[in-house]
């Protein structure tokens, strides 16, 4: 079992859905949880972070995390053309061994004009 | 957000030639930066650990020979591919951390051997 599950998709919505992106851990361990969108032959890039289980919202995103059953979610409101990009979700257990994100495999996402 | 710099952003070299890759935090340090390969459609998989000043911490099946680590400074580490062959061919991607464990990454390096 990997230590990130995310479903590889493809994902198409219309522009204006919500956008629903879900993950699953398995290492209880984690603590911070981490969203990334990676637009095609470029480098991932920071969308959110949260500590722990709670919400946590900027702008159009809302990133969820409920630690008693291991499952982060990323919400997108209002969805344009250019959220269209690669999705990943990563965990990290700061504080051990090594600072390593775990990555799920990501999601890929096209919003439809 | 932190910015993180990586040159080239595309190299084609022959088989057999080395090739450098520069990852550069431009505006902050970085103590520890991470290097990922990622493969078409798939994830990113982290080949390293590059530590200020320390010898590299390599990935399980990660040869540490092939993939020379070295982080001169805080704010610069370079990926040196030796002797590449086509199985090589690959995106290869820095990141560097913050403070909460999040990680900033570069634009990437799309590395083709012939």
């Known amino acids: 079992q990997k230590e990130v599950e995310q479903d590889p998709g493809p994902l198409s919505v219309p522009e204006g859905a919500i956008v629903s992106l879900n993950c699953t851990y398995s290492?209880?361990?984690?603590?911070?949880f981490m969203w990334y969108r990676q637009y095609s032959r470029k480098g991932p890039e920071l969308l959110m972070y949260?500590?722990?289980?709670g919400n946590k919202e900027d702008g159009r995103f809302t990133a969820q995390v409920d630690k008693s059953s291991k499952y982060i979610s990323l919400f997108i409101r209002d969805s344009q053309p250019s959220d269209s990009a690669t999705y990943l979700c990563?965990?990290?257990?700061?504080?051990?061994?090594?600072?390593?994100?775990?990555f799920g495999t990501g999601t890929l996402l096209a919003v439809q004009p | 957000g932190a910015v993180v710099s990586q040159h080239p952003s595309w190299v084609i070299c022959k088989s057999g030639t080395s090739v450098k890759i520069e990852c550069r935090s431009l505006?902050?340090?970085?103590?520890?930066m991470f290097w990922y390969r990622q493969f078409p459609k798939q994830s990113l998989m982290l080949m390293a650990t590059s530590n200020e000043g320390s010898k590299a911490t390599y990935e399980q099946g990660v040869e540490k020979d092939k993939f020379l680590i070295n982080h001169a400074s805080l704010t610069l580490s370079t990926l040196t591919v030796t002797s590449a062959h086509p199985e090589d061919s690959s995106f290869y991607i820095c990141?560097?951390?913050?403070?909460?464990?999040?990680?900033?990454f570069g634009e990437g390096s799309r590395l083709t051997v012939l």
């Open positions: 990141s560097a951390d913050g403070i909460h464990g999040e990680l900033f």
């Open positions: 949260t500590y722990s289980s």
């Open positions: 290492n209880s361990a984690f603590q911070y």
């Open positions: 505006d902050f340090q970085a103590t520890t």
């Open positions: 990563a965990g990290n257990e700061l504080g051990g061994a090594t600072n390593k994100l775990i």
